[in-house]
């Protein structure tokens, strides 16, 4: 876990962004300040940790590919699904040798969360948008998530 973290606060450290490590299950980025809140201390961080970590690193990846923000649903869409491809990248949606977790149940909890976030977000998305579909959304989103990810992949070492 420790090298996870590690590499997240070099990315932020080139890049000027502010890392908070607190106690309070809250994971969020101020793109005015930034700054990525983490909800929870370095020495207790877990699996779901981490997962809300990379999800809210890709929102920082918005000061560096200057993507339009207004639609919170798009932006919610792009930062989960960009920490998914990153998560799987580094094997942790997988159950056998998962370098993170043997844990069946935290693995399985973890891919449903991700599914249940990402969906819920492209459902507003597509309600937002008269006569979008998934299809049309994943068009939307697909060129945006790339930026994220070669951004991500070139610092962490990841995709």
């Given amino acids: 876990m420790r090298e996870y973290i590690e590499k997240i606060k070099d990315f932020c450290k080139k890049y000027g962004i502010d890392i908070k490590f607190e106690n309070n299950n809250e994971f969020y980025f ?3 300040e930034k700054r990525v809140h983490f909800g929870n201390k370095e020495s207790q961080y877990n699996f779901s940790d981490l997962y809300k970590s990379y999800h809210e690193l890709c929102h920082s990846t918005v000061l560096m590919t200057n993507r339009d923000t207004k639609n919170y649903a798009k932006e919610e869409v792009v930062a989960d ?19 993170i977790s043997n ?20 459902t507003a998305y597509i309600k937002d948008n008269a006569g979008f579909t998934f299809n049309d959304l994943k068009q939307d989103v697909e060129e945006e998530i790339n930026k ?12």
């Fill in 148 to 159: 994220v990810t070669d951004i991500l992949k070139q610092e962490l070492e990841v995709c």
């Fill in 81 to 99: 699904l960009s920490a998914g491809k990153i998560l799987l990248k580094l094997g942790m949606l997988k159950f056998k040798d998962n370098p």
């Fill in 103 to 122: 844990n069946f149940k935290e693995i399985a909890k973890l891919i449903w969360m991700h599914i249940s976030y990402s969906g819920s977000w492209a």
């Fill in 30 to 32: 101020v793109p005015s």
